[in-house]
């Protein structure tokens, strides 16, 4: 089984294709650079899944009997199971990122190799399951990502240069499609407008319910600080309604209210990382979408002209197909969908880096 160096990226850096038309790409230099910054967003957003765990255990009441054993086992499950579904969860985003960059590999006549083997990486996508509630990827999800590890396998044994990048980008969108939006392809309206509506079980879906939803990661951290902070917001109730407050209790009242104060300023804090954290997710979800409506429109590009029998023929594995070279005009619609991307996940990962 084969190996390889670190394919990590969100992007498809052609920048070395495009170049070689003689015309100032610049903005797909831009694109090519921003690959780091999104694959951190992936990355923080992985982390979050292990750092919530972690922060639960701050919200035990410690002067129970057995608050202390409570934290200490709280934590072990943290190291036992979050952790293991962070890492997971960065190898099967790694999957779709390693096929992209790869892409850019092939356009600069470098050969493919792997960090893992597509054995390994496959077992990865089989095996995530995040939150206590366990979701995972569905069967079609799953199948969309073991496409996608397929044709990484056989643009890496078969060494196939230029011919590569249409039929990466062509034979590959379905299976991203379903590895990330859940759906084969993407949804249309009335007027063949691409919606890119999720469906169950892709990456999209599997962050939208295993990380916002109410019985899904923030929402088990929301429930954890409400029910840590109820108990001393009913004492400070009580306080309120009590209206023998006299000379010699003075001063043990406005002990009270100060350190209520001081609670419900807290409480406000945690509420506000995890709204702050919600809209990062979506943030995050936003970046995927982006991500799959940027390869769909290359894919539209590079399959322009093709019959559909061309198209079943490229698609077919240990086959070389050439194909018609660029033109300038395509290259213009190329850079000009490349742009757009830039401009659209540079906010989106901005946000993400603020709140993980």
């Known amino acids: 089984m084969f190996k390889k160096k670190s394919l990590i990226s969100v992007v498809i850096?052609?920048?070395i294709l495009l170049g070689s038309c003689g015309a100032n790409f610049k903005s797909v230099e831009d694109f090519s650079k921003s690959k780091e910054i999104v694959k951190r967003a992936s990355n923080d957003f992985a982390?979050?899944?292990y750092q919530s765990c972690l922060r639960?255990?701050?919200y035990v009441n410690l002067v129970s009997d057995d608050g202390i054993d409570q934290r200490?086992?709280?934590r072990k499950k943290c190291e036992t199971i979050a952790r293991p579904d962070s890492d997971n969860f960065k190898k099967v985003v790694s999957i779709l990122i390693d096929y992209m960059d790869a892409l850019g590999a092939i356009?600069?006549?470098?050969?493919l190799s792997l960090d893992n083997s597509i054995d390994n990486l496959g077992q990865s996508i089989k095996d995530l399951s995040i939150g206590d509630n366990n979701k995972k990827l569905d069967e079609n999800a799953v199948d969309g990502g073991s496409q996608i590890l397929k044709v990484l396998f056989d643009l890496a044994t078969n060494k196939i240069r230029e011919d590569a990048l249409q039929k990466a980008i062509v034979c590959t969108n379905e299976p991203i499609h379903k590895y990330i939006t859940g759906n084969s392809v993407p949804a249309t309206d009335e007027n063949g407008v691409d919606l890119y509506k999720p469906a169950t079980g892709g990456l999209i879906f599997l962050v939208e319910d295993s990380y916002l939803n109410k019985g899904g990661i923030l929402g088990i951290e929301a429930e954890a600080i409400d029910t840590y902070y109820e108990p001393?917001?009913?004492t400070l109730r009580k306080l309120g309604n009590d209206r023998q407050i006299n000379q010699s209790n003075y001063q043990q009242v406005v002990d009270q209210i100060t350190v209520g104060e001081s609670l419900i300023k807290d409480y406000n804090k945690s509420m506000e990382r995890m709204a702050e954290k919600e809209q990062a997710a979506r943030a995050y979800n936003q970046i995927l979408f982006s991500t799959v409506k940027t390869h769909n429109q290359l894919r539209k590009e590079f399959e322009?002209?093709?019959?559909p029998q061309d198209v079943s023929r490229l698609c077919q594995l240990n086959v070389k197909v050439s194909f018609k070279k660029i033109d300038r005009i395509k290259m213009k619609?190329?850079?000009k969908i490349l742009n757009e991307y830039v401009i659209s996940v540079k906010p989106l990962v901005e946000q993400v880096d603020r709140a993980f």
């Open 107 to 111: 356009a600069s006549g470098k050969d």
């Open 13 to 15: 850096p052609i920048t």
């Open 333 to 335: 619609r190329i850079q």
């Open 304 to 307: 322009e002209g093709l019959k």
């Open 47 to 49: 982390e979050d899944i």
């Open 232 to 234: 001393y917001f009913a």
């Open 56 to 58: 639960r255990t701050r």
């Open 72 to 74: 200490n086992n709280k």
